[in-house]
C-alpha cells in the first residue's frame, strides 16, 4: 500500500505524519511512494528516502521517478529515474534521469538525456532537447545547455545553448544557432522563437537558403524584436 507522507522541512528535522501540520504553505512536500524510511547520515544530518512510484505535489508541480532521496535541513532532494517534473496548468514538462532541486522545487537541475515539452492551449507542441538543463522558478527561466536540438511543427533548430522564458514565452538561441524548415536553412548569432506560434526572429550576421517561399521569409524576421 502506498503511504502518503507530509515532509516539513523545520530545524527540529523531518516530521513525518499523515495529518498536514501547517509551519508554512511554501514549505510543504507532499510525497506518494511505495516505501519510506529516514536514513542518518555520517555527518549526523538526516535524510528521507522514498522508493516506487514516487509523487511529489507542491504548489503547482507534480514530480514523479522511481526514487526520491530528500535533505531536510537544506530543503533539497534528488530524484532518480524516469524523472518528471510538470507544471500541468502552464503545459510545461521536464523529463530525465535525474533531477536535483533546491528550495522545494523551486530550483532544478536535470541531466540524463534531458527534454522540455510544451504543449500550448491549441494543442501546438515544442520539443527541447539536451545534455544539461535548469529550471528557476523565481524568474520563470529555464536554460538548456550542450548540443541543443528544437522541434516545433515542421521547423528543427539546433544550438549549443537555450533559454526559455515563460513571460513572454519564447525560447532564445545562441552558441552556432541554426534553424531548417522544409527546404529552408538559417544561421545566425542570436534566434529568438515564439513557441507555438511561426514567428522567429534573427540577430546577428545572418546566412542559409530560403527558397522563395513568401510565409518561410515572413516567419523569420531580421533584427526585429
Not at 522541434?151 to 545562441?174: N, S
Request: hydrophobic letters at 35%.
Amino acid at each position: 500500500m502506498k503511504i502518503l507522507i507530509l515532509l516539513l522541512y523545520a530545524a527540529m528535522g523531518v516530521v513525518e505524519t499523515e495529518q498536514p501540520i501547517s509551519i508554512s504553505e511554501q514549505r510543504r512536500l507532499w510525497v506518494n511512494s511505495d516505501t519510506f524510511k529516514l536514513i542518518r547520515a555520517r555527518d549526523g544530518s538526516q535524510l528521507a528516502e522514498a522508493r516506487g512510484h514516487v509523487e511529489v505535489l507542491h504548489g503547482p508541480y507534480r514530480l514523479t521517478c522511481d526514487r526520491l532521496i530528500m535533505a531536510d535541513e537544506k530543503r533539497e532532494g534528488t530524484a532518480i529515474g524516469n524523472v518528471e517534473l510538470a507544471r500541468k496548468e502552464e503545459g510545461i514538462r521536464l523529463l530525465g534521469q535525474k533531477l536535483v532541486y533546491h528550495e522545494n522545487l523551486k530550483q532544478v537541475e536535470i541531466t540524463g538525456e534531458p527534454s522540455l515539452i510544451k504543449v500550448d492551449a491549441e494543442g501546438r507542441t515544442t520539443t527541447a532537447t539536451g545534455q544539461v538543463m535548469s529550471f528557476d522558478e523565481e524568474t520563470r527561466r529555464g536554460e538548456i545547455r550542450g548540443d541543443v536540438h528544437i522541434i516545433q511543427g515542421e521547423l528543427t533548430a539546433a544550438c549549443g545553448k537555450a533559454v526559455y522564458e515563460a513571460e513572454p514565452d519564447i525560447l532564445v538561441l545562441t552558441e552556432d544557432p541554426s534553424t531548417v524548415q522544409g527546404r529552408n536553412e538559417v544561421r545566425g548569432e542570436r534566434m529568438t522563437i515564439h513557441v507555438g506560434t511561426d514567428r522567429m526572429v534573427i540577430e546577428g550576421r545572418v546566412t542559409g537558403k530560403v527558397f522563395g517561399d513568401p510565409a518561410a521569409a515572413s516567419q523569420a524576421e531580421k533584427g526585429k524584436p
